[in-house]
């Protein structure tokens, strides 16, 4: 693997600079890549970041590491923006667990490419468990056919409320062709938003984001039937074939110091409905609120100042996961 150059990004270049065109999940990591960055919410630090030959942020796979494995999948949570990859949850949990722990996570991969992930692969890497790690701001992403210059396959409810796919348009594979067709999804998604009363455009204030009010949960309930639908799938997938299905879900970063500007906005909205939607599907839910919060201090945080979490942030979630899979017994 060849050194690659030093390189400062912020989480949104990592989406572009660590990754390809893929036919199946829309983007995919690029394999064997190598690159020293430092990343703007640690300039001071230059991190090593490789992909391993299947294009993920983890060890080479081994047959060793490939012996029922645990799974991690999500975003860029778990692909670790911002650390070291020894100091990532996924390498913490497989030091607490003496498990194989296999790191799938991709900057902004949304639930549904998620699903996709864990439907295509399965068979290949045969593993104990799958756990989702899901950042309750993030699910939004099923909402998005167009991410970073990639367009995604998605799901869509038909008129019957039944979950269909939409794969990725041939053409897809041409970054002209691209752009052309993530214009057109934009201009669909911002026409739905303005229908809505939603602007994202401008003015955006991540503390009043739309997703935490309350008047506005009438648009987002689609969305949160795409999920229901979705988890759905995954669960019932996963237990024919005996895997358990685990999610992890991360605090957001409004509710650290934070003060909302209305009592009108509910930083807890997405991750409560996310909550009833997991409970609906009988899937075991590891929430990490309490548990991280107890442990965030001014001057001993677990999130960096953009939400990501940081070394002991990840040590939490690890911590919180390796107990809630003790307790249901996957570890025995």
Request: hydrophobic letters at 35%.
């Amino acid at each position: 693997m060849a050194n690659g150059p030093v390189k400062q990004m912020n989480s949104r270049h990592v989406d572009t600079t660590f990754y390809r065109y893929d036919p199946r999940f829309g983007f995919w990591g690029i394999p064997d890549i190598e690159m020293d960055v430092s990343f703007r919410l640690r300039p001071d630090v230059y991190i090593r970041c490789r992909h391993n030959e299947e294009g993920n942020r983890d060890k080479p796979c081994t047959a060793a590491r490939m012996k029922s494995p645990i799974i991690c999948l999500g975003g860029s949570h778990t692909w670790g923006v911002g650390i070291e990859q020894e100091d990532r949850y996924t390498d913490y949990l497989e030091q607490m667990t003496g498990r194989p722990v296999l790191n799938l996570g991709h900057c902004s991969l949304g639930l549904d490419q998620i699903c996709l992930v864990i439907l295509e692969t399965a068979e290949r890497y045969k593993p104990s468990a799958v756990v989702v790690e899901q950042y309750p701001w993030a699910i939004h992403r099923v909402l998005n056919t167009y991410v970073n210059g990639y367009t995604r396959p998605y799901f869509q409810l038909d008129a019957r409320g039944d979950l269909k796919l939409r794969k990725m348009p041939a053409l897809a594979r041409y970054k002209a062709c691209r752009r052309l067709i993530g214009a057109y999804y934009g201009y669909l998604k911002e026409l739905r938003e303005f229908q809505a009363g939603i602007n994202l455009k401008e003015g955006y204030d991540p503390w009043a984001d739309p997703i935490f009010l309350s008047w506005k949960t009438p648009y987002y309930d689609t969305m949160y039937r795409l999920v229901e639908k979705i988890t759905g799938v995954m669960q019932d997938f996963c237990r024919q074939r005996g895997i358990h299905l685990l999610f992890g879900l991360g605090a957001i970063m409004q509710q650290f110091g934070g003060k909302s500007p209305s009592a009108l906005i509910d930083y807890d909205l997405p991750r409560n409905r996310l909550l009833s939607v997991l409970g609906k599907n009988r899937v075991a839910c590891a929430d990490m609120t309490e548990a991280m919060m107890s442990q965030h201090r001014d001057d001993d945080p677990v999130i960096f100042k953009d939400g990501h979490m940081n070394a002991k942030g990840h040590r939490v979630f690890a911590g919180e996961i390796r107990r809630e899979m003790e307790n249901r017994g996957w570890l025995h």
